[in-house]
Structures are given as structure tokens and as C-alpha cells.
């Protein structure tokens, strides 16, 4: 009884696990990746990625990666940041870990500020500190099927500093 017991209970640690690593967005046709993606149905190709902050203030960020399914393959980050300073600009990073050395183990530090393509572009926040904006990134040079370790963070575009950062990902060029 008891093995039946423990048996029961890794299985439902795996089935909720599986759970929040991938999931249906009602407007998306394919699976959805988050942290702790065990790549059960195939390569991360949508990321949403959590942003923390100051857990004092409330500090939040939210990016929705999309990579569409065409030709241009052109990913787009739409970025929600909640909580900052008002009437503010913040600029969103990334950096990426050597391609297909994915490990869950995001440890480069070499950043780089995200926007309209090759334009860097500001998220500026309103009057209570919220602010959003659609950027997007072309990774055409990038061979399809490679694979990446990738985190992000905002930082103040005044200051640098950093505010916001996530938890490392891993997507794959569609």
C-alpha cells in the first residue's frame, strides 16, 4: 500500500509539473513554454517569460515571445511592466548561453537591448508605473533548429540598473 501511495504521488508531481511547463494559450495553436519545460511535446518555440522585481513594490514584468511560423522568422516580445517608475523609460535585454548548449543554466552576462529590429526601443511607463510595448527581433542568420539557454532582465535606460530579471528559458529558432 504504501509503495501504491508514493507511486500515486510522484505520478501526480509529474503530471503537474508537465502542467505548468507547457500549456494552451486559447489564441495559439501549439504548446507554450514556460519555466521547468521537460520538452514532452517537441522544441520551445513561444516562450512567456516572468519578469520579478522588488517583491516589496510589487515590481512585475511579463513578456509574451512569439516566433510566428514563417519564413521571415521573426520573434516577437510583447513586454508588460508593472509597478516601476512613472512617466519612466526602462529597456528590456537579453543574453543567450552558446547555441545548442542548453542546460537550463543561463550563464552569459553579455546583454543586449531589444526593440524594432535592430533599434533599440524604450518602454515607457505611464503616470502609476506600468508601460508596454511590442518589440521584436529578427533571427534569420540563426539556423532553424537551433537551440538556446536564453534570460532577460529590464533595466533603468537612465541609470542602468537592472529592475526586473527572469528565470532562465530555453527556445529553439523555428
Known amino acids: 500500500m504504501r509503495k501504491l501511495i508514493v507511486y500515486a504521488t510522484l ?12 500549456s494552451k494559450d486559447p489564441d495559439e495553436k501549439e504548446c507554450v513554454c514556460t519555466i521547468g519545460h521537460l520538452n514532452p511535446s517537441g522544441p520551445c518555440y513561444n516562450l512567456d517569460v516572468i519578469l520579478k522585481g522588488d517583491l516589496k513594490s510589487k515590481q512585475f514584468g511579463f513578456i509574451k515571445f512569439r516566433q510566428d511560423p514563417d519564413t521571415s522568422r521573426i520573434i516577437t516580445l510583447k513586454t508588460t511592466i508593472q509597478n516601476l517608475l512613472p512617466n519612466h523609460e526602462y529597456l528590456l535585454q537579453r543574453a543567450v548561453d552558446a547555441a545548442n548548449e542548453v542546460d537550463g543554466n543561463c550563464a552569459s552576462s553579455t546583454w543586449l537591448t531589444l526593440g524594432k529590429g535592430l533599434t533599440a526601443q524604450s518602454i515607457l511607463t505611464d503616470a502609476h508605473g506600468n508601460g508596454s510595448e511590442e518589440l521584436w527581433r529578427a533571427v534569420t542568420a540563426v539556423a532553424r533548429g537551433t537551440s538556446f539557454d536564453i534570460h532577460f532582465q529590464v533595466i533603468d535606460a537612465v541609470t542602468l540598473e537592472v529592475v526586473l530579471t527572469s528565470d532562465c528559458y530555453q527556445y529553439t529558432v523555428r
Request: glycine share 8%; proline share 0%; net charge neutral.
Open 11 to 22: 505520478l501526480f508531481v509529474n503530471i503537474s509539473l508537465f502542467g505548468l511547463s507547457c
